[in-house]
């Protein structure tokens, strides 16, 4: 497959504050979206530094000798794990890496994905995200009182119409622009 047919792949944003339920809805949709027909891959964002390695294991041992890859197969499924110290990976950096799907669902990367889904639970005490972020188009949650009106509104319940939105607005990234 092309570098550019990997960037056409339909994504979907899913963002919302920290505690607000989006793992849960990930987890509720992926079942569904799967009934109607679809692939579905996922792209979760964290600014927390992770390592999924464990020290001692012979995985995390080539990664501190200085490999910049390292690749982890077993029967049922492989990880590889990438070091880039430079700067972090771009939305389209991981894109070029996943195998084409119906649609990546992408948690996080709110400035990339131009349709963008808010999980809102005003019990946060938090400010909602479409105050400020513009690619936010719908918001799924269990009060709208403070929403607009020009984004749709789904209860953080409806999984099926939230699905539904899903598959009818996900969309490739914007074309980058050549440099």
Do not use: C, N
Request: no cysteine; aromatic share 6%; charged share 20%.
């Amino acid at each position: 497959m092309l570098i550019q047919e990997l960037l056409q792949q339909p994504v979907f944003g899913l963002v919302g504050r920290s505690g607000s339920g989006k793992t849960h809805l990930v987890a509720r949709l992926l079942p569904v979206l799967k009934d109607m027909g679809l692939s579905v891959s996922t792209i979760k964002h964290t600014h927390h530094h992770i390592d999924i390695d464990k020290p001692g294991k012979d995985s995390f041992i080539h990664r501190q000798a200085g490999a910049q890859e390292v690749m982890l197969a077993t029967p049922d499924r492989w990880v590889l794990q990438h070091s880039q110290v430079i700067s972090p990976p771009t939305l389209p950096d991981l894109l070029l890496r996943m195998a084409p799907a119906d649609v990546i669902l992408v948690e996080g990367f709110h400035a990339s994905v131009p349709t963008t889904l808010e999980v809102y639970r005003p019990e946060v005490g938090k400010d909602p995200l479409f105050l400020t972020q513009k690619t936010i188009t719908a918001i799924a949650s269990p009060d709208f009182s403070s929403a607009p009106p020009t984004l749709k509104h789904f209860d953080l319940d409806d999984t099926r119409a939230i699905a539904e939105y899903i598959r009818s607005s996900a969309s490739p990234l914007p074309a980058l622009k050549a440099e």
